[in-house]
C-alpha cells in the first residue's frame, strides 16, 4: 500500500501445530490496511480467518504451537518483531480490543472501577483517585447509568449490553489510535446490538479512532464502515470500499454472501439462497481459488495457483478468475 | 454476611445436638464395659456395681442421655473415668498442642503448595510439572504414619537433624501461657523456647502436612489451567498489564476459589490425621489422648472431646465460607 496507513498487514499466515497432528493454517497471506480514523471491516463466515488475524496483530495468539510470517506495521514499526513486554507496553494504550462475549470477557471477581483502573494506570501518569474519576467518567460516556455506584459493582450485577459497554470503556480509555471489535455484538440480544454498534461507531468517529470491524454479518457492515475486506479461507478475497461492494460485489463468494442475507420485504415463500457447501470443502490457494469447489462459475480455469487480487480500480479488487461484470447478478 | 453467620451458627447447635445423639449411642455400642476396663482383670461385681451406679451406666441409656444433655447445656462435660481430670480442662490443656501441629502442617501445606501448583499450570508437561504431579501423587498415597516414622528414622535418629520427639526440650524451662509452645516464647519474650519448640514442630509438621500440600499443588494446577483459559485473562492481555500483574490479579486470585473449598475440608483431615503423627512423636495432643479414651471406653472424654472436635471444624468451615465471600463476590451477593 502507500505506506502511510496507520495498520499495514502484509502478508500474514498463521499456522497452529499440535503435537501429532497435521499444521492448520488459519490465516494464508492476508493483506490489508486501515488508515488513521477509518473504519474497516472485516468479513467472513465462521472459520474463514477473522478473529485469528485480529488475535495475531494483538500479539495475542499463544506462542507454543503457533507460527506467525509476514508483517504488522503499525504506525511503521512491525509489531511482530517486538519483544512481549514492548508489545505490552503499546497494547491498551495505541491499540485496543472489544472481544466477542461480554459474559465471559471481564474478571468477575474485581470491581468494574478496577478493571477500567488497571488499565490506565498501566499506560498514564494518573494516580489513584484521578484514575477512579475518569474510570467513573468513562463508564458515563458508554452510556452506563449512575456510573459512580457501578464502578463499585461486579461484572454478574450487568446485563451483557451493559458489560460490553463497559468492555468498550475499557478499550477507549487510554484513547488509542486503533481498536479492534471482533464480532462486538453477535453476544448479545438483537434489540441491544444497534444500541452498542451504534455507541461504539460513534465514540470511535468522535474521537477520530481507527477501528477494524471484524463480523459475519453484513447488516453491521452496511451501517458502519468505511472499507470492507471480504476474508475467505484465510485470505481477503474482496477488497472495496462499502458502497461499492453492496452495489457492486465482484468476487462470486461475495455476491453469494450478499444474496444470503435474507430480505423482510421479500414476499413470503421466497426460498432462501444459503452460498452451497461449508469452508471445509476448499482447494488450498496454491492451486487454485478456495472457493472453486463452492461456485457455480467455476471452471478449470479456476485451477491456477495464487490467484492474485485485481480490478479496474486499486480501491476495489477480488481475488477472482470469473469476476462479476454487473451489479446485483445473482449466482 | 451477618445474617449468614448466624444462620451457621444456629445450624451448627442443632448440628451438635444431633451429634451428641450419635456419639452417645456409638460410644455405648463400643463392645466392652468400662467398668471392667477402668477396674481391670481383677475387678470384683461390687466394684463393678459401685463404678456403674457412681457413673450412672445402671440407669436406662435414654435417662443417661438427658442427664448427659442437661450437664453439656450448662457446660459440664463431666471428667474422665480413668483420670478424673475434668474433660474441658484436659481439652485445653492438650488441644494446643494439636492445634499448633496442624496449623504448622497447613502453613506448609498452603505456602509450598499454591505455588507449586501455579508453577506447575503456567509450565505445563515441563520437568516441573511432571515433578510436581508425580509427588502429589506419591503425598497422597505414602500413609502419614509411615511418613512419619521414616522422617523420625532418617533425619532424627540417623542424622540428628531434627529433635525426635516432644513438643520442646525438657532442658528449656519455658514458661506456658497459652499451651501454644511457639506463642508462648514470643509472648514472654523467651525467644529460645520458641525456636525450639518450632524446630520439634518441622518433621511432625512435613508428615502431617503431606497430604493436605498433595491436594493443594493439584487443585491450584488444574484451577490455574482453567483459569489460564478464560476469557477475561485474555482481556487482560489486551489491556496490555504486566506479566505479573495479570498473574496476580487475573490468574492466581481467581484460581483460588476451589483451592479455598478444599482447606476447610482439609482441616477435618489435619485434626483427625494428627492422632497418627502425635503418636509417632510423642505429642501430648488430643490426638494420643483420644486414642486411649477409646482403648478404656472412657466415654465422657470421648463424647466430649468429639464434640469439640465437631465444633472446630464448623468453624473451620465458616471460616472458610467467609474467606469465599471475600475472594468471589457472586457468593456475597447471593
Not at chain 1, 435474507?262 to 426460498?271: I, N, S
Given at each position: 500500500?502507500?505506506?502511510?496507513?496507520?495498520?499495514?498487514?502484509?502478508?500474514?499466515r498463521?499456522?497452529f501445530?499440535r503435537?501429532g497432528?497435521?499444521a492448520?493454517?488459519a490465516?494464508?497471506?492476508?493483506?490489508?490496511?486501515?488508515?488513521a480514523?477509518?473504519?474497516v471491516?472485516?468479513?467472513?463466515?465462521?472459520?474463514?480467518?477473522?478473529s485469528?488475524?485480529?488475535l495475531?496483530?494483538?500479539?495475542?495468539?499463544?506462542r507454543?504451537?503457533?507460527?506467525i510470517?509476514?508483517?504488522?506495521?503499525?504506525?511503521?514499526?512491525?509489531?511482530?518483531?517486538l519483544?512481549p513486554?514492548?508489545?505490552a507496553?503499546?497494547?491498551?494504550r495505541?491499540l485496543?480490543m472489544v472481544?466477542q462475549?461480554p459474559?465471559t470477557?471481564?474478571?468477575?471477581?474485581?470491581?468494574?472501577?478496577?478493571?477500567?483502573?488497571?488499565v490506565?494506570?498501566?499506560?498514564?501518569?494518573?494516580d489513584?483517585?484521578?484514575?477512579?474519576?475518569e474510570?467513573?467518567?468513562?463508564l458515563?460516556r458508554v452510556?452506563?447509568p449512575?456510573?459512580?455506584?457501578?464502578?463499585?459493582?461486579?461484572?454478574h450485577?450487568?446485563?451483557?449490553g451493559?458489560?460490553?459497554?463497559?468492555?468498550i470503556?475499557?478499550?477507549?480509555?487510554c484513547?488509542p489510535?486503533?481498536?479492534?471489535?471482533d464480532?462486538?455484538?453477535?453476544?448479545?440480544?438483537?434489540?441491544?446490538?444497534?444500541?452498542?454498534?451504534?455507541?461504539?461507531?460513534?465514540?470511535?468517529?468522535e474521537s477520530?479512532t481507527a477501528?477494524?470491524?471484524i463480523?459475519?454479518?453484513?447488516?453491521?457492515v452496511a451501517g458502519t464502515?468505511d472499507?470492507?475486506?471480504v476474508?475467505?479461507?484465510?485470505?481477503?478475497?474482496?477488497?472495496?470500499?462499502?458502497?461499492e461492494l453492496?452495489a457492486?460485489?465482484r468476487?462470486?463468494y461475495?455476491?453469494?454472501?450478499?444474496?444470503?442475507v435474507?430480505?423482510?420485504?421479500?414476499?413470503?415463500?421466497?426460498?432462501l439462497?444459503?452460498?452451497r457447501?461449508?469452508?471445509?470443502?476448499r482447494?488450498?490457494w496454491?492451486?487454485?481459488?478456495?472457493?472453486a469447489?463452492?461456485?457455480a462459475?467455476?471452471?478449470?480455469?479456476c485451477r491456477?495457483?495464487?490467484i492474485?487480487?485485481?480490478?479496474?480500480?486499486?480501491?476495489?479488487?477480488?481475488?477472482?478468475?470469473?469476476?462479476?461484470?454487473t451489479?446485483?447478478?445473482?449466482? | 454476611?451477618?445474617?449468614?453467620?448466624?444462620r451457621?451458627?444456629?445450624?451448627?447447635?442443632?448440628?451438635?445436638?444431633?451429634l451428641s445423639l450419635?456419639?452417645?449411642a456409638?460410644v455405648?455400642a463400643?463392645?466392652?464395659?468400662?467398668?471392667?476396663?477402668l477396674?481391670g482383670?481383677?475387678?470384683?461385681?461390687?466394684?463393678?456395681?459401685a463404678?456403674?451406679?457412681?457413673y450412672g451406666?445402671?440407669q436406662p441409656v435414654?435417662?443417661?442421655?438427658?442427664?448427659y444433655?442437661g450437664?453439656?447445656?450448662?457446660?459440664?462435660?463431666?471428667?474422665?473415668i480413668?483420670?478424673?481430670?475434668?474433660?474441658v480442662?484436659?481439652?485445653?490443656?492438650?488441644?494446643p498442642?494439636t492445634?499448633?501441629?496442624?496449623?504448622a502442617a497447613l502453613?506448609?501445606?498452603i505456602?509450598?503448595?499454591?505455588?507449586?501448583?501455579?508453577?506447575?499450570?503456567?509450565?505445563r508437561?515441563?520437568?516441573l510439572?511432571?515433578?510436581?504431579?508425580g509427588?502429589?501423587?506419591?503425598?497422597?498415597?505414602v500413609?502419614?504414619?509411615f511418613?512419619?516414622?521414616?522422617?523420625?528414622?532418617?533425619?532424627?535418629?540417623q542424622?540428628?537433624?531434627?529433635?525426635t520427639?516432644g513438643?520442646?526440650d525438657?532442658?528449656?524451662?519455658?514458661?506456658?501461657v497459652?499451651?501454644?509452645?511457639?506463642?508462648?516464647?514470643?509472648?514472654t519474650?523467651e525467644?529460645?523456647?520458641?525456636?525450639?519448640?518450632?524446630?520439634h514442630?518441622?518433621?511432625?509438621?512435613?508428615?502431617l502436612?503431606?497430604?493436605p500440600?498433595?491436594?493443594?499443588?493439584?487443585i491450584?494446577?488444574a484451577?490455574v489451567?482453567?483459569?489460564l483459559?478464560?476469557?477475561?485473562?485474555?482481556t487482560?492481555?489486551?489491556?496490555g498489564?504486566?506479566?505479573?500483574?495479570?498473574?496476580?490479579?487475573?490468574?492466581?486470585r481467581?484460581?483460588?476459589?476451589?483451592?479455598s473449598?478444599?482447606?476447610?475440608?482439609?482441616?477435618g483431615?489435619?485434626?483427625s490425621?494428627?492422632?497418627?503423627?502425635?503418636?509417632?512423636?510423642?505429642i501430648?495432643?488430643?490426638?494420643?489422648?483420644?486414642?486411649?479414651?477409646?482403648t478404656q471406653?472412657?466415654?465422657?472424654?470421648?463424647?466430649?472431646?468429639?464434640?469439640f472436635i465437631?465444633v472446630?471444624?464448623?468453624?473451620?468451615?465458616l471460616?472458610?465460607?467467609?474467606?469465599?465471600g471475600?475472594?468471589?463476590p457472586?457468593?456475597?451477593?447471593?
Open positions: 500500500m502507500t505506506g502511510v496507513s496507520l495498520l499495514d498487514v502484509e502478508d500474514l498463521v499456522r501445530q503435537k497432528q497435521p492448520t493454517t490465516v494464508d497471506g492476508v493483506s490489508f490496511s486501515v488508515d480514523g477509518e473504519v471491516g472485516l468479513v467472513g463466515e465462521s472459520g474463514c480467518g477473522k485469528v488475524t485480529s495475531a496483530v494483538m500479539g495475542l495468539l499463544p507454543r504451537g503457533t507460527s510470517s509476514g508483517s504488522v506495521r503499525f504506525d511503521g514499526t512491525d509489531l511482530l518483531a519483544s513486554s514492548e508489545l507496553r503499546r497494547r491498551g495505541d485496543a472481544f462475549d459474559m470477557s471481564l474478571n468477575p471477581v474485581l470491581t468494574l472501577g478496577r478493571q477500567l483502573t488497571e490506565l494506570r498501566a499506560h498514564t501518569d494518573l489513584r483517585a484521578a484514575a477512579k474519576k474510570a467513573v467518567e468513562l458515563g452510556g452506563i449512575d456510573p459512580r455506584r457501578r464502578a463499585g459493582e461486579f461484572p450485577q450487568l446485563s451483557g451493559m458489560r460490553q459497554r463497559v468492555l470503556a475499557i478499550a477507549l480509555a484513547s489510535r486503533l481498536i479492534i471489535a464480532e462486538p455484538t453477535t453476544a448479545l440480544d438483537v434489540t441491544i446490538q444497534a444500541q452498542v454498534l451504534d455507541l461504539l461507531t460513534t465514540l470511535v468517529r477520530g477501528m477494524v470491524l463480523t459475519h454479518d453484513l447488516g453491521v464502515c472499507r470492507v475486506n476474508l475467505y479461507a484465510g485470505r481477503v478475497v474482496e477488497s472495496a470500499p462499502r458502497g453492496f457492486a460485489p468476487h462470486r461475495t455476491q453469494g454472501l450478499l444474496a444470503a435474507p430480505r423482510v420485504d421479500a414476499p413470503e415463500g421466497t426460498p439462497h444459503p452460498v457447501g461449508s469452508v471445509n470443502d482447494l488450498a496454491e492451486v487454485g481459488c478456495a472457493f469447489p463452492r461456485c462459475h467455476a471452471d478449470a480455469a491456477v495457483p495464487d492474485a487480487l485485481s480490478g479496474p480500480r486499486p480501491e476495489h479488487t477480488a481475488r477472482c478468475v470469473h469476476p462479476a461484470g451489479p446485483l447478478e445473482v449466482a | 454476611m451477618l445474617t449468614l453467620v448466624v451457621r451458627l444456629a445450624l451448627l447447635v442443632l448440628v451438635l445436638f444431633g450419635l456419639l452417645f456409638w455405648r463400643l463392645p466392652g464395659d468400662p467398668a471392667r476396663a477396674l482383670e481383677k475387678a470384683t461385681p461390687a466394684g463393678i456395681a463404678v456403674n451406679e457412681r451406666f445402671d435414654w435417662q443417661q442421655y438427658l442427664t444433655l450437664q453439656i447445656v450448662r457446660g459440664d462435660f463431666g471428667a474422665s480413668n483420670t478424673g481430670e475434668p474433660v480442662t484436659t481439652f485445653f490443656e492438650r488441644f498442642a492445634i499448633e501441629l496442624s496449623l502453613v506448609l501445606a505456602v509450598l503448595g499454591i505455588p507449586l501448583g501455579y508453577l506447575a499450570a503456567r509450565r508437561g515441563g520437568w510439572d511432571n515433578a510436581v504431579v509427588g502429589s501423587l506419591l503425598g497422597v498415597v500413609p502419614v504414619f511418613l512419619a516414622v521414616l522422617l523420625k528414622y532418617l533425619l532424627a535418629i542424622l540428628g537433624l531434627f529433635p520427639s513438643r520442646q525438657a532442658r528449656i524451662d519455658a514458661t506456658h497459652t499451651n501454644f509452645y511457639v506463642l508462648d516464647g514470643l509472648l519474650r525467644w529460645d523456647a520458641s525456636w525450639d519448640a518450632l524446630v514442630l518441622v518433621l511432625p509438621a512435613i508428615a502436612g503431606s497430604i500440600l498433595a491436594i493443594i499443588v493439584r491450584t494446577r484451577s489451567l482453567d483459569v483459559s478464560d476469557d477475561h485473562v485474555r487482560a492481555e489486551a489491556k498489564l504486566s506479566r505479573a500483574v495479570i498473574s496476580r490479579r487475573h490468574v492466581l481467581n484460581a483460588l476459589l476451589p483451592v473449598t478444599t482447606l476447610g475440608l482439609q482441616a483431615a489435619l485434626l490425621g494428627a492422632v497418627l503423627t502425635e503418636t509417632v512423636f510423642s501430648n495432643g488430643i490426638g494420643s489422648y483420644l486414642f486411649d479414651a477409646v471406653l472412657d466415654y465422657p472424654v470421648l463424647q466430649g472431646f468429639i464434640l465437631a472446630v471444624y464448623a468453624l473451620v468451615n471460616v472458610v465460607d467467609i474467606s469465599y471475600v475472594i468471589d457472586r457468593v456475597r451477593v447471593s
